[in-house]
Structures are given as C-alpha cells and as structure tokens.
C-alpha cells in the first residue's frame, strides 16, 4: 500500500490573487447573499429552493439549466428564491464513480484537480456574472473549501460528512448559511447536535493554520431520509417527522431555527419522479401547522435539463451521469405550482 503524490495543488490565496473576481460579481454576490440570509434570519418572507443537477458535470450544460433558472426566478420572484445547486464535489457510497468537477473537469477524461480548481472557480463565477444567482456547493472536503468559498452563497454539509468534526468546525467559521443533513441512520440528535458545533466558536488547525472560528448563526437542519439495517429507505418529510423536528430543535434552543427538505435521496428512495409529490405534500404540512411553517425555509431539488440519468458517455446534453433528476418541463411546472400554493 502506498500513495504517489503527483503535483503540488496551489494554495487558494495564491488562485484568488491569479484569478481575482471583478468588481460587478462581488457586488452582485453580496446582493444576492444577503436576501438568502435574510430568509434564515427571518427578515424576508421567501421560500428557498436548492435546485439543480446531482453533479455539476458539464460547464455549457450547467450554464444552461442556470440560464433557464434565470427566467424561472423573475416570475417567482416576489415569493421563491432560488439558490442553484453547483455541486462540484461528489461523495460515492462505495469509492466508485465520478467524484465530481473538481477532481475531473471533464468526465470523459483522466482525473485533473489542477484544472479541477480552476473549472469549478470559473462556473461559479460565471454563474454570478451572467445571472446574478450565488449558488450552493457541497462542502464533501473541508480542505477544499477554501477555493470556492468567496463565491458561494449557500453550503451543505452531506449525511455522511455531519459527524466529522472537521466539518462542524469549518463550518463554524463560513460565512453562508449552512445545511447539516440527518445522517443515513436518521438520528435527529446527531445533525442537532453538528448545527450546535457550528453555531459555536472554535479553535482547531485548518490548513496547516491555527485558526478560530466565531461561530455560524445561520447553521440550520436539512432532512433527507435515512437508511435501516436492511438497507430500506426510510423517509422523514411526512408532518410527524416534522413536528418532531421542531420538538427537538426547540429543546436545543439554537439560533434561527430552520430547515431545508431534500426531496430526493432516501426520501424518494432516489425515485426522481416522486420529488414533485413530496414537495407539495411538505407544503400541505406548511398549511396546516404554523410551526412548521415557520422552520420549513424550503426544499432541495434535483433537477436538470433532461429526466433521469445516463452512464458517462453516452453523451447525451443536460442529463445526469449520477443520481436521477427532474427534467426541465417537470421542474418548471413544479416551482410554478409550488408559487401558487405559497
């Protein structure tokens, strides 16, 4: 056994000052990073919605569906908004598979990090310049945060990450809101538990840095099912696992309470098509009990050009190479109607 250290990555400081952002996308960031911490801060009556490819495989295609998001949002505007997903890290259940932008810019090729930074700087920020929305990326590495971090507006931190104390304490220290999924076993009581970690201020070594960290008030719960010791997916975006929820937020007596749903993972059992079914089922749940009309702050979606997914190669535009998504018409429809509930 053994590693082969191939190339020495550059520090993110040394990619910011190369490859700096202009003016126009920082103030457009900031504006739109403000109103998503609003919604979390509960200074504006919007509902968020997390939406877009499971991976971000292709920069021509991601622009694209972006694009289209664009349009979407002007007519939804005075009640949604919308945080794109640019999930540019992708974790693997069994090691196997594309790992996602960063480490292989295009997934037709060899694995390239180098390039890999460079290409998931340069599709967020072109997502800023020509839209205006800050997007969402998974925070799957903590070392790696750093090279995006100046351009994201939302971050989550996934199932099999939100035990990691590495993870609650970078968190503690970013400055977007943060999501802590329920982690595959569904235990409440650990994702609370992460959102208390990085609410608090820390001291700990990131980096090769002995850093402190002020603590991130707007860390907050995201639900996306679980898996039990049959390997069976369990659900939790019925009312009783929301109203349970809020029990057990309430008693941690943490800041801005709140929580995104995921509508797809163990919550569809990965079933795509049932993501249109779960949202308006949460939105009914959102009618009917104030309390969880007050913490449910929106969904998370998964969604692309074309339904379903394909296996790397077979090439066809804006459809996904891993977990199954929404198509355009499907995903239109559904935050059109998700605007008329609301």
Known sequence: ???????????????????????????????????????????????????????AD????????IHRLRVLQDKVDDKILIIPRIYTNKPRTTGEGYKGMLHQPDPNQKPDPIKGVLAIRNLHARAIAETGFSCADEMLYPENHRY???????????????????????????????????????????????????????????????V????????????????????????????????RLYELYSEKGLKNMAVLVDTNHSNSNKQYLEQIRIAKEIMHSMRHNKDINRMVKGLMIESYIEDGAQKIGEGVYGKSITDPCLGWAKTEKLVLDIADVL
């Not at 235990?187 to 090769?208: C, E």
């Not at 679980?226 to 929301?242: C, F, M, R, T, W």
């Open 58 to 65: 292709n920069e021509d295609a991601v622009m694209d569906y």
């Open 1 to 55: 056994m053994s590693m082969e250290f191939r190339a020495k990555l550059p520090i993110p400081k040394a990619i910011k000052l190369k490859y700096p952002l202009s003016q126009e996308v920082i103030d457009k960031k900031n504006k739109r990073d403000a109103d998503i911490k609003k919604v979390f801060l509960g200074e504006l009556d919007k509902f968020i919605l997390v939406i877009g490819p499971c991976s």
């Open 212 to 243: 402190s960290s002020s603590g991130n008030e707007l860390a907050h719960a995201i639900l996306r099912g679980s898996v039990d010791k049959q390997g069976q997916a369990i659900p939790n975006y019925h009312y009783e696992d929301l109203v």
């Open 148 to 210: 995006v971090e100046d351009l994201l507006g939302y971050v989550a931190i996934g199932a099999r990450s939100v035990e990691n104390q590495q993870h609650r304490l970078v968190a503690s220290g970013a400055t977007m809101p943060v999501g802590m999924k329920n982690p595959t076993s569904g235990d409440y009581s650990v994702m609370l538990n992460s959102i208390t970690a990085a609410q608090h201020a820390h001291d700990f070594i990131y980096r090769g840095w002995d």
